[in-house]
């Protein structure tokens, strides 16, 4: 993370005063004088409270797609806000989004919205729970899927010291206070493993009411599923009788216009989306097969909240869905992403280094591994020391992945070919400057 300048160190010293650790979340703390600070966001670019200005890639990690304070979306929230935003009734904007949601996202019938990833992939194993009438869910190892007790095991963050050998894979919990019986609950499984999973399944599958998966790894480097595996989850769903969750929190809206499904063309039972659907407003959703989404309602699943489908939310989904409906969103996403993708990769070759890139130009990962990891225990055998060095120098510079090599690059639509080329650079040098 970037060295405090004196206004940024002053102001968080401020936040630390009132904030536990300075933060609303623990993800974001990295030390009293490294934590990051900003003042302004405007297209690809934070800049602190010093005015240093960075190229950013982490985007709010995944949510900015065209770009911050994006004035076509902005705009469509300030003429929203003023005809009133939270009536506890229907109101346009979220009918439109919904409707926006169906047209590009291949299998959806129907949609309810909330505000956040966690409490969207909450909603979404009620609904699978109660569609099926089973209590254990299956979540794969190193996939985080929001903050509450039901899925926070063995995420990214984990201790794989922790997790068991791969046949037998324990829940690692992420925090204390998640109270014990929960384990009962949830049934972990390594990524990308047919075999495990088909083992697990033929003692389970009968109790097993939800698999959720992240359909790239995006809490891990951006591994891509191997060929065969999501349609290897939808067979067994199939013959099992079990909910197929793609939560495409991340994926969603930023892989494709219509994310995992359109990709890999495989069609889920449920799809959870948060992040770029709303260019960085707060809103989710949840889409879903008509048999399973009418199980929510009144006396049946239930699903609600104060703020859901608000004004201000929808407004900005709104004009963002219209913008990736109409205009250039993705083409200019994948042409500084993939230029992104080989510039890093030819500049690893030149110097020797071992390497693979993960990913998709919109969300990719550097990796410094002698061989292709397949999950994430595979990815701690890679050098994450040497990467996170050279992000380091990169922040430094002004120029901002996340330092963390686990979490990918983002892309938006605001970045540039000229930005592509200063990573670029900052990329060699940070290079140099490490590998000696
Ligand atoms: C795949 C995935 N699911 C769910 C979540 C939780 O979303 P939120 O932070 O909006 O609660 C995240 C957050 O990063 C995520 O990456």
């Known amino acids: 993370m970037p060295k405090q300048g004196e206004k940024s ?32 966001a405007k ?46 009734a229907t109101q346009a904007y979220e009918v439109s989004v919904a409707e926006r949601i169906i047209q590009m996202n291949p299998g959806v019938d129907k949609v309810r919205l909330s505000n956040t990833g966690s409490e ?14 089973r209590d254990v869910v299956l979540k794969f190892e190193g996939s985080y899927h929001g903050a509450h007790d039901y899925v926070l095991w063995s995420t990214a963050s984990g201790d794989i010291k922790q997790v068991g050998d791969r046949q037998n894979p324990r829940a690692y919990k992420q925090s204390i206070g998640i109270p014990e019986v929960m384990r009962s609950l949830v049934q972990l499984c390594p990524w990308n493993d047919v075999e495990v999973l088909g083992d697990i399944l033929q003692k389970r599958g ?44 991340k994926t969603g809206f930023r892989i494709a216009p219509g994310g995992a499904r359109e990709l890999f063309n495989v069609i889920p039972d449920l799809s959870t989306y948060a992040k770029a659907l709303g ?22 699943v239930f699903q609600g909240g104060t703020y859901t489908g608000n004004v201000v939310s929808t407004a900005a989904a709104d004009a963002t869905l219209e913008l990736m409906q109409a205009g250039e ?26 390497h693979v890139i993960n990913g998709v130009p919109a969300m990719f990962g550097v990796c410094l591994a002698e061989k292709q990891p397949r999950d994430w225990r595979e990815l701690f055998e890679a050098d994450w020391d040497t990467l996170e060095a050279i992000h380091g120098y990169m922040i430094a510079n002004g ?15 605001a970045h540039t070919m000229e930005d592509a080329a200063q990573t670029l650079q900052a990329f060699e040098d940070g290079v140099k400057h490490v590998v000696k």
């Open 120 to 133: 969207c992939t909450m909603h979404a194993l009620r609904l699978a729970r109660g569609y099926t009438g």
């Open 279 to 300: 260019n960085g407003y707060p809103i989710a959703a949840i889409g879903g097969n008509e048999e399973i989404m009418k199980s929510m309602g009144p006396g049946k």
């Open 329 to 354: 969103v993705f083409s200019k996403i994948e042409k500084v992403g993939k230029t992104l993708m080989a510039g890093i990769d030819e500049i690893l070759n030149r110097y020797n280094i071992p």
């Open 206 to 249: 009968e109790e097993i009411a939800a698999i959720i998966v992240e359909p790239i790894l995006g809490n891990g480097n951006g591994l891509m599923p191997q060929p065969g595996f999501l349609e290897f989850l939808r067979q067994q769903c199939d013959q099992y009788g079990i909910v197929l969750i793609f939560d495409e929190v």
């Open 9 to 40: 160190s002053a102001f968080f010293k401020r936040a630390l005063d009132v904030i536990p650790y300075g933060v609303n979340s623990n993800f974001r703390y990295s030390g009293d004088d490294e934590t990051l600070v900003v003042d302004v």
């Open 399 to 413: 120029v901002m992945p996340e330092q963390d090599g686990f979490e990918p690059y983002f892309l938006c639509a």
């Open 43 to 88: 297209d690809g670019y934070v800049y602190d409270f010093d005015g240093k200005r960075y190229i950013d890639y982490r985007l709010g990690w995944g949510p900015i797609i065209v770009g911050h304070a994006d004035p076509f979306v902005n705009g469509r929230v300030k003429t929203a806000i003023d005809k009133g935003i939270s009536f506890a």
